[in-house]
């Protein structure tokens, strides 16, 4: 007797990520949210019967990209400020045009915009970190995407509150009205060592102990943040908030382009995770994060697009490619980064930075089913030798033709079945019009 | 009376490199080969009377990109060898495995593939170095792209000649039979100065004067060159070619890794050209070309995509975005490389570096009609500011629609009017087979 499955894909290839390698004419089973097995095409056609069967003979299916640090809603601010260094970006650029528009309409229909280029780009999972995570919440769960909430503070003023306790208020409120959506998870996003203050941070670790949340926070991102600290504090930024207990096997360093010896041993010794973000970091000239030495001590390093408005795209596939590109270059070692390590980043990596590694992150039974598929077979993709290579090295996110989150179908043949591209269209034009 | 053309094209913006900026809807008119005029659509409306109008209302048309240089049948090799560094990446696993396969044919197939790949991805012309240059000028002159064969040279015997005087032998029989195509020209391409004797350059400048060919190079690449040049030359590997007489405008020193500032001075002094492999010489290890620094002097610098093999794709766009974000990052400061000087570099300064500066490279009245259409509609590319931006950090190659070269369209609504498909890929599969 076959056996009962929602949902069978039969793909060219299948690279689970674990085990590794690329699987030739495999078929991946769905029922309802979770992989029910991986098997040979021809055994899938033998042993199973499905309600829903797609066939995908030139493409590779592999585990939704996992996108471990972005600002959703500041798609709105796309390309509005190029070619300018991290600090005056920020003032003069950056943040007074979100003092004009930041709302939760804003961050709403930005994020969705968000949500939208993720989804197609094949990006199945967000850690986003932005101001009204109330309304992020609400795009995400438009999207049917699967997204981490950043919940942020500040302690200076800003249109979402007041001060640090008036983030955390608002933040832990969101967190509250939508904490059983299935695919939404929260954490603390203090935005960063330089704008929290010491108490803000220590009442931040007491909530993220209470509440048994993540912490993610902008770390030695920029050359100026260790000698300010020091200044400061009489610590670098690391230190410092290790001397605060925020460190520990729930905290992610975001970017860490400035991560020194003394800093990876920390990291490493307290089972941090580190979020890398090669587009931004070299588009804002903040340099090139030591990965190889931070990956050489067994620290979990996830990939993220950071946001829109410095990217310019929120494209995990380019984040892989270049991750891997400058790792070789910064090392003298072409050996480095491999494509395999580089994929695995883009997926279970940015799942375990999450800790959603037991749910996603890789295509194995009894895990949810976010699973992408990518068309290998455009003449400008021949001939293919390795399609774990042809992931990373030659194709894109424009190649994604399918994407399922929990077993639902987001994507289908290249197109949104939850969203509208005019709908999206308009909302972007709106605040375009406002902002410029 | 309105005035007759061929051909119309109105776009929601042109860029046409000269004079810089985007110009909102504007229309370009083309005669025959060339570009009549670009005025703003209501005025091509009211003066112009074309045979075949194109209404693009969400495209920016620019000028085709150019390849300044690759090796187009190396496309067959796309992947076979990738996280390896470039000494043993030739020796062991390139170099063996056209041992096995090359010759006209293989030439053939892979530079037509090449040539597919990249005018889809928007690039009309290249600058191709590799082994038969009769049959590559076969496969471009199929496609209707526009290619510069280099004639290589290397001294030790090859399936393509016994030495360096069969090769100049063989490469300018080859030019001898294609000089008159119109698309198509020739420069002389010694391999490297590591692998050409002093007597083999002698004859190379010598034909070089004589012809008015350019010389064209691989130098620098790597870091060992220059030491083991010092040993057996007693100089640079610059600074000895410059002794035997090859530096001058018509030189174009490929990659340029490793240049020092008494290169960069010789170079600026010698009007020479630079080409800029990012994707390359990152993946390869061999490091950053010190691209600010050669701008600084006022040296022309193209981009090139390299070999598939190496690559691992044959995208213009992709080199104009890593370049600009590498010299960022290099540099540490944003400022440099704007999107604009990207852009240039992609279109304007690649033609130069080819002395085809004043047929191609920007949409200027009386030049070749070589131009592009990128669709910047897409949701993910919403909202846009500034198209030049978009252009570098946004879009991708896949977002080409259409490409005219000399007036001729070769890509309409994303497919090649010339070539076909399922031939291309008959044919990637064939020597993927032998290959593999």
């Known amino acids: 007797m076959p056996i009962s499955v929602d949902l069978r894909i039969d793909a060219r290839w299948i690279i689970p990520i674990v085990p590794a390698g690329a699987f030739a004419d495999h078929s991946l089973l769905i029922a309802g949210e979770r992989i029910a097995a991986l098997v040979p095409t021809a055994v899938a056609g033998r042993d199973y019967r499905a309600a829903v069967h797609v066939a995908l003979p030139a493409h590779a299916l592999l585990p939704g990209l996992v996108n471990a640090h972005t600002h959703g809603a500041m798609t709105l601010l796309r390309g509005i400020a190029d070619d300018v ?227 310019n795209r929120l494209d995990v596939f380019a984040e892989a490619r270049l991750a891997a590109l400058i790792a070789k270059a910064a090392t003298g070692d072409a050996a480095v980064l491999p494509a395999a390590a580089a994929l695995k980043m883009a997926t279970l990596d940015g799942a375990a930075a999450l800790g959603l590694e037991r749910d996603i992150g890789s295509l194995e039974v009894g895990k949810q089913a976010d699973t992408i598929a990518v068309n290998l077979g455009g003449t400008d993709h021949l001939p293919c030798y390795d399609p774990v290579s042809h992931l990373v090295h030659v194709t894109g996110r424009n190649q994604v033709t399918e994407v399922w989150v929990a077993g639902e179908q987001l994507v289908a043949e290249g197109r949104l079945t939850r969203l509208d591209d005019q709908d999206l269209a308009a909302r972007a034009r709106y605040w375009q019009d406002r902002l410029q």
Chains 1, 2 share one sequence.
């Open 85 to 311: 260094p991290l600090k005056p970006w920020l003032e003069q650029h950056i943040w007074p045009r979100e003092a004009r528009c930041l709302a939760a309409d804003f961050v709403h229909d930005g994020t969705l915009l968000a949500a939208a280029e993720m989804l197609r780009g094949g990006v199945t999972c967000c850690n986003d970190m932005y101001f009204f995570p109330d309304a992020a919440a609400r795009a995400y769960r438009a999207s049917g995407m699967r997204a981490m909430l950043g919940l942020p503070v500040v302690d200076f003023p800003t249109p979402y509150a007041p001060d640090a306790d008036g983030c955390l208020q608002a933040g832990l409120a969101a967190r509250d009205a939508w904490k059983t959506e299935p695919r939404l998870s929260f954490s603390l996003a203090p935005h960063a060592p330089y704008t929290v203050g010491d108490a803000s941070w220590s009442k931040i670790v007491m909530y993220a102990r209470q509440l048994d949340l993540q912490i993610q926070t902008h770390l030695l991102e920029a050359p100026d943040e260790r000698a300010q600290s020091l200044a400061q504090f009489g610590a670098g930024p690391l230190q410092r908030l290790h001397r605060l207990g925020a460190t520990g096997a729930g905290f992610l360093a975001i970017h860490g382009v400035q991560l020194q010896p003394a800093d990876i041993e920390l990291l490493a010794a307290q089972g941090c995770h580190v979020v890398h973000c090669p587009t931004s970091n070299l588009k804002l000239a903040n340099g090139i994060a030591p990965v190889a030495a931070i990956r050489a001590r067994a620290i979990n390093v996830a990939l993220g697009t950071d946001g829109a408005a410095g990217n």
